[in-house]
């Protein structure tokens, strides 16, 4: 009679499946994070005009994690987001925008998403620069804007799911233990 371990089984399922999410998750941040540092270089390049801010206000968004631990309570956290919309006009053709920049626009405090939007008051002109073959994606912040660490993070995650994927397939295909009985 031929059986398998439970234990082997269970660590099988699990490998298989934090190490699919971890490479999902990683593989799609880093080409998504890689893609925001793409067009923040080359929007570095990009012709500018005046343009001017429609709409400039605070979101926020608060996610809460469940109830748990000793206290029971739930706990929460909010990320606060400038949101602006401007008019822009290239060559006779008008276009409205609402990128600020590539990349996220989120801030862990409200005074700090506040600053911001100071610089981009409803009303005012500003320089709006806009992708050559494209007009219509444009962007109001120019540059890297310090992608980089979310580049890092995402990176270790692809890597921990492809090293975790690895193990497991190497697992798989093992011959598991042969338990005889006679």
């Avoid at 270089?41 to 631990?69: A, C, F, M, N, Y």
């Avoid at 911001?116 to 494209?134: A, I, N």
Wanted: with cysteine; glycine share 12%.
């Amino acid at each position: 009679m031929i059986t398998t371990d439970p234990t082997r089984i269970a660590g099988l399922l699990f490998g298989w499946g934090v190490g699919g999410i971890a490479t999902l998750i990683g593989l799609a941040g880093v080409t998504m994070t890689a893609w925001n540092i793409k067009q923040d270089r080359e929007s570095e390049s990009w012709p500018q005009v005046t343009g001017e801010i429609t709409i400039s206000r605070i979101g926020s968004s608060t996610t809460r994690s469940s109830p748990g631990g000793a206290n029971k309570s739930s706990a929460s956290d909010t990320d606060y987001s400038v949101e602006i919309r401007y008019n822009y006009e290239v060559e006779g053709q008008a276009y409205k925008g609402h990128r600020l920049r590539f990349g996220s626009n989120d801030h862990d405090r409200r005074s700090d998403a506040q600053k911001e939007q100071r610089q981009f008051p409803k009303g005012e002109k500003v320089s709006v620069y806009y992708h050559p073959e494209k007009p219509g994606r444009s962007v109001l912040v120019r540059g890297t804007q310090g992608n980089w660490g979310q580049l890092i993070g995402l990176s270790i995650c692809l890597l921990c799911g492809l090293v975790i994927l690895f193990l497991t397939i190497r697992s798989t295909i093992r011959k598991p233990d042969i338990i005889t009985q006679r």
